[in-house]
């Protein structure tokens, strides 16, 4: 069953494109792939199991990212990470973002294509923030038919990422965590369970990081995340610009006992460190979950 | 306007604007007012556009400063909100701003040099295209040449400046003590492109730059040197004609050459 049949909200339906919604497979401990590494990378064998892209730094004409990517690719796989879907913006949608989202994911042919659950801009405006939403039932209908529309464009389920949030809604009327386990069962998307985030979050809002861990169906989430932050004493900015914190790595583990073997990845985007020092984070991945889990021959992603 | 539809908007109302309308349905965390939760928001969305700037802008910021390079970017931010989904293209109105917003427009070599460095930056990740090579060139008969017409490569962009910005960018991208700004009474005539994966420029000469210009036009070769006969000796003009062509050849700036219609 594909998944636009799952719940079909258009008259059009019937004349879909079917929809992969086939599980990812796991990849293994990968790094968010970033400029400052490329030489490191291409020069080098590090122990990268796979790579997330930032699809925006790659949505341009031509040129030496396109050609490094090219030579990436066709070492290690490939995942593609937008920040501008906006999906659960009231704006119409943009079609010429998809289309080229769609033109990269056709040259890079990623594992899968994932953004966050979130809303970037409205009236034509983009902000470039990951902007929070109220966990409505309106929201929730509003996004179950933008995921659908987003994966009948691309041909394919997507995934969607929770995010760091510094302010919540007065009229939400579930938590992210339902919002996040309905949506998935709705739309047919999968889950990036970002570690970090869900940190930040909890921290912000006075909840408990394990109820939400708890609260997420284990067989949608695909990918993990792990970042650091800032943390300002009444509330913590998710900056990517540290070290993953002993706490997160404590959440990272609990993660991993409940979902299984899930994609994981280091994300760095400021103060990036010479390869080698993120490589001791990307490791600590793997070992931890290798300390944890049972032997890999049971994960089948 | 749905519910969902106006709490984004005057979400995005208080980013842009510091309009306090929203914190009605914000409530304070368990550590923290509301305010001040908000305000990661509108603090993130200015510094990360003008840290974006900062990358696209590298030597600007260089030549400016820290302090007049962030209130210019906050400037910048504030007249030309983001309208692209894509972070890449948010600067590219700098040039026009800088020359038409006060106090950067009394210093136009303020404008000439984002130009410089825009179309340095448009060149970095222009569309591929395969360059031609002196073979290419040498595969037509002497005959033949008078008909030949010239594709540019996606990458080359021409710029005329009215100051020294290039002098000054040259001079700050050798880490060294950049030139007074001055106006120019001819214009500076720049070729910008890309060799290779290298952003590159060059200064023409006002004869090159007619050429290269109606060149890109699609004239003949044969056209180009009766107009370059106008600007200097008129026996030398097929040389000098040729003579830019095979620099223009070596450079990659050329990705066709076809002979007549």
């Given at each position: 069953?594909?998944?636009?049949?799952?719940?079909?909200?258009?008259?059009?339906?019937?004349?879909?494109q079917?929809?992969s919604?086939?599980?990812p497979?796991?990849?293994?401990?990968?790094?968010?792939?970033?400029a400052?590494?490329?030489?490191e990378i291409?020069?080098?064998?590090p122990?990268?199991?796979?790579?997330?892209?930032?699809?925006?730094?790659?949505?341009?004409?031509?040129g030496?990212p396109?050609r490094?990517?090219?030579?990436?690719?066709?070492?290690?796989?490939?995942?593609?990470?937008?920040?501008?879907?906006?999906?659960?913006?009231?704006?119409?949608?943009?079609?010429?973002?998809?289309?080229?989202?769609?033109?990269?994911?056709?040259?890079?042919?990623?594992?899968?294509?994932?953004?966050h659950l979130?809303?970037?801009?409205?009236?034509?405006?983009n902000?470039?923030d990951l902007?929070?939403i109220?966990?409505?039932?309106?929201a929730?209908?509003?996004?179950?038919g933008?995921?659908?529309?987003?994966?009948?464009?691309?041909?394919?389920?997507i995934?969607?990422?929770?995010v760091?949030?510094y302010?919540?809604?007065?009229?939400?009327?579930?938590t992210?965590?339902?919002?996040?386990?309905?949506?998935?069962?709705?739309?047919?998307?999968?889950l990036?369970?970002?570690v970090?985030?869900?940190?930040?979050?909890?921290?912000?809002?006075?909840?408990?990081p394990?109820?939400?861990?708890?609260?997420?169906?284990?067989?949608?989430?695909?990918?993990?995340?792990?970042?650091?932050?800032?943390?300002m004493?009444?509330h913590?900015?998710?900056?990517h610009?540290?070290?993953?914190c002993?706490d997160?790595?404590?959440?990272?583990a609990?993660?991993?006992?409940?979902?299984?073997?899930?994609?994981?990845?280091?994300?760095?985007?400021?103060?990036i460190?010479?390869?080698?020092?993120?490589?001791?984070?990307?490791e600590r991945?793997?070992e931890?979950?290798?300390?944890?889990l049972?032997?890999?021959?049971?994960?089948?992603? | 306007?749905?519910?969902?539809?106006?709490?984004?908007?005057?979400?995005?109302?208080a980013?842009l604007t510091?309009?306090?309308t929203?914190?009605?349905?914000?409530?304070?965390?368990?550590?923290?007012?509301?305010?001040t939760?908000?305000?990661v928001?509108?603090?993130?969305?200015?510094?990360?556009?003008v840290?974006?700037?900062?990358?696209d802008?590298?030597?600007?910021h260089?030549?400016?400063?820290?302090?007049?390079?962030?209130?210019?970017?906050?400037?910048?931010?504030?007249?030309?909100?983001s309208?692209?989904?894509?972070?890449?293209?948010?600067s590219g109105?700098?040039?026009?701003?800088?020359?038409?917003?006060?106090p950067?427009?009394?210093?136009?070599v303020?404008s000439?040099?984002?130009?410089?460095?825009?179309?340095?930056n448009d060149?970095?990740?222009?569309?591929?295209?395969?360059?031609?090579?002196?073979?290419d060139?040498?595969?037509?008969?002497?005959?033949?040449?008078a008909?030949?017409?010239?594709?540019?490569?996606?990458?080359a962009?021409?710029?005329?400046?009215?100051t020294?910005?290039?002098?000054v960018?040259?001079?700050?991208?050798?880490?060294e003590?950049?030139?007074d700004?001055?106006?120019?009474?001819?214009p500076?005539?720049?070729?910008?492109w890309?060799?290779?994966?290298t952003?590159?420029f060059?200064?023409?000469?006002?004869?090159?730059?007619?050429?290269w210009?109606?060149a890109?036009?699609?004239l003949?070769?044969?056209?180009l040197?009766?107009?370059?006969?106008?600007?200097?000796?008129?026996d030398?003009?097929?040389?000098?004609?040729?003579?830019?062509l095979?620099?223009?050849?070596?450079a990659g700036?050329?990705t066709g050459?076809s002979?007549?219609?």
């Amino acid at each position: 069953m594909n998944v636009a049949s799952q719940t079909p909200v258009s008259p059009a339906a019937h004349l879909k494109q079917p929809v992969s919604d086939a599980k990812p497979p796991f990849l293994g401990f990968g790094l968010g792939l970033r400029a400052q590494h490329y030489d490191e990378i291409l020069n080098g064998d590090p122990a990268i199991d796979w790579f997330e892209i930032i699809s925006e730094n790659y949505m341009i004409p031509g040129g030496q990212p396109l050609r490094i990517l090219d030579r990436i690719r066709a070492r290690y796989p490939v995942v593609m990470h937008g920040v501008s879907l906006s999906i659960a913006s009231t704006a119409p949608p943009n079609f010429e973002y998809l289309a080229s989202l769609r033109d990269l994911a056709r040259r890079v042919e990623p594992k899968w294509i994932s953004d966050h659950l979130c809303w970037t801009g409205v009236h034509g405006k983009n902000l470039h923030d990951l902007l929070p939403i109220p966990y409505t039932r309106e929201a929730l209908d509003h996004v179950v038919g933008r995921v659908q529309l987003v994966q009948d464009f691309l041909g394919r389920a997507i995934v969607l990422e929770n995010v760091s949030t510094y302010v919540r809604f007065t009229n939400s009327e579930m938590t992210e965590w339902e919002f996040l386990s309905e949506l998935s069962r709705r739309s047919g998307c999968f889950l990036l369970f970002d570690v970090n985030n869900v940190y930040v979050s909890a921290f912000n809002h006075g909840y408990d990081p394990m109820t939400f861990l708890e609260g997420i169906p284990a067989d949608r989430v695909v990918q993990f995340h792990m970042a650091g932050h800032s943390h300002m004493d009444t509330h913590i900015v998710d900056t990517h610009d540290h070290p993953v914190c002993e706490d997160v790595w404590e959440l990272y583990a609990a993660a991993l006992k409940r979902f299984g073997w899930v994609s994981t990845i280091i994300e760095r985007d400021d103060h990036i460190p010479p390869l080698d020092e993120i490589m001791v984070e990307v490791e600590r991945t793997r070992e931890i979950a290798h300390r944890v889990l049972p032997p890999m021959a049971r994960h089948t992603g | 306007m749905s519910d969902l539809a106006r709490q984004q908007s005057e979400f995005q109302h208080a980013i842009l604007t510091g309009d306090d309308t929203i914190l009605a349905e914000i409530p304070d965390s368990p550590r923290e007012k509301r305010e001040t939760l908000l305000g990661v928001y509108r603090y993130a969305y200015a510094s990360r556009l003008v840290e974006a700037m900062r990358n696209d802008h590298k030597l600007l910021h260089v030549y400016l400063g820290d302090e007049m390079f962030d209130t210019m970017g906050h400037a910048y931010v504030a007249a030309h909100p983001s309208q692209h989904p894509n972070l890449r293209w948010f600067s590219g109105n700098l040039p026009d701003f800088l020359k038409s917003a006060e106090p950067y427009s009394k210093h136009p070599v303020l404008s000439d040099f984002a130009s410089l460095e825009k179309a340095l930056n448009d060149a970095f990740d222009a569309a591929e295209a395969p360059v031609i090579g002196i073979a290419d060139m040498a595969a037509f008969a002497p005959e033949a040449w008078a008909g030949l017409t010239f594709r540019p490569h996606p990458s080359a962009q021409r710029l005329d400046l009215s100051t020294n910005a290039a002098a000054v960018w040259l001079a700050l991208k050798a880490d060294e003590e950049p030139p007074d700004p001055v106006s120019l009474v001819e214009p500076n005539r720049l070729l910008v492109w890309r060799q290779d994966v290298t952003p590159m420029f060059h200064q023409l000469s006002a004869e090159e730059a007619m050429m290269w210009d109606e060149a890109a036009c699609g004239l003949t070769f044969g056209v180009l040197c009766s107009m370059l006969a106008t600007y200097d000796d008129p026996d030398g003009a097929a040389a000098r004609g040729a003579n830019y062509l095979h620099g223009w050849v070596t450079a990659g700036l050329l990705t066709g050459v076809s002979a007549g219609a």
